[in-house]
């Protein structure tokens, strides 16, 4: 198969803040169709943690979304700098949003495309145990959140039944409980997992 | 717990083409902090579509995908009008990419998140079975796809090693697998998907 590519003809910055920038494409399609292409860039890696504490619970972490207006439940996640190592960044989260540190860390997946057809967001998500409390990073300012503390067969309901709406907790929590059910998991991980 | 919300001061219209728009918006965040906000608004729904064929395969759809840069193997996916029932878009994109109609359906999930801190598009994902040729929908002239038909299994494995990194993809799979496993799914569908 040939590989038939997209063409950008010329390129316009549209719009840029803090977290995303737009620009603006003139193309050519794989087909040879010309047409515009609107990018949104993310300036930040979407980071997520799934930490099993001693007792096989979790942690869901509850905020109002501005998008959406509305309160939603997920696991702790936030922004990474593109220029350093995920798991640098998931550790700071996981000391922001729930006072935690780990002492052993799995990647459940890296590179994911949130969103393919228009933005270039990319997301990496961790499995996290061996729990102790950590004060290291301080809160963000911006951020007003809730945290709870679940069992991990429950997030597992909740993630099922529609109860967690966030596409990154969703696919974390989906690719934990398959590496679970399949055997893929350390065993040490996998009895913590078990107890809840 | 009281809900502590966002409020938007004004708004400031940024951006607009055929599938997205971008709005900005002065905040009061819930902490009470001011600051500013940019919004990306779909146009569409995002739809994907799990088939699954007598022989227990389904269908991936592989493209160039602009934003990356690089070539991307995923469930047929598309956009779907906000005032259309998703299941309607559904079945229209089984056609336009797959050339297939489906008897039977079944909602994997609905109203999912794809970038809750960025943008408000939303995601619907569908099993479909007891499959058949249909051409009533013309191909997207605009699209220059590949169609490969592979066993469910198989691409069970894709989703699980990272082969698979688009994020809705990934997160139909895993839920579909998660539903064989605990028995959630008809009896039909589960042993087409049993056969691949």
Same mark, same amino acid.
């Not at 007792?55 to 972490?61: A, N, R, S």
């Given at each position: 198969m040939t590989r038939k590519l997209w063409t950008s003809l010329a390129r316009r910055p549209i719009y840029d803040n803090r977290w995303i920038s737009i620009t603006e494409h003139d193309i050519v399609a794989p087909t040879g169709a010309p047409g515009i292409? %609107? =990018? =949104?860039?993310?300036?930040?890696?979407? +980071? %997520?943690?799934?930490? +099993?504490?001693?007792?096989?619970?979790? +942690?869901? +972490?509850g905020q109002e979304r501005f998008v959406f207006g509305s309160y939603s439940w997920e696991l702790p996640e936030g922004g990474g700098p593109l220029d350093q190592p995920p798991l640098k960044s998931a550790e700071r989260e996981l000391s922001e949003e729930a006072g935690l540190k780990a002492d052993n860390w799995l990647e459940l997946f890296g590179k994911v495309q949130l969103s393919n057809s228009v933005s270039d967001e990319e997301a990496f998500g961790f499995l996290a145990w061996g729990l102790a409390p950590d004060q290291s990073h301080a809160k963000d300012p911006s951020e007003e959140l809730a945290v709870r503390r679940v069992p991990y067969a429950e997030v597992v309901r909740m993630a099922v039944s529609g109860e967690i709406l966030d596409g990154l907790s969703l696919a974390m929590v989906l690719k934990a409980d398959h590496l679970l059910r399949t055997g893929a998991l350390p065993e040490a991980l996998a009895d913590l997992m078990q107890r809840g």
């Open positions: 292409y %609107g =990018v =949104v860039h993310y300036k930040n890696l979407a +980071i %997520g943690i799934l930490p +099993i504490d001693e007792e096989g619970c979790t +942690i869901l +972490i």
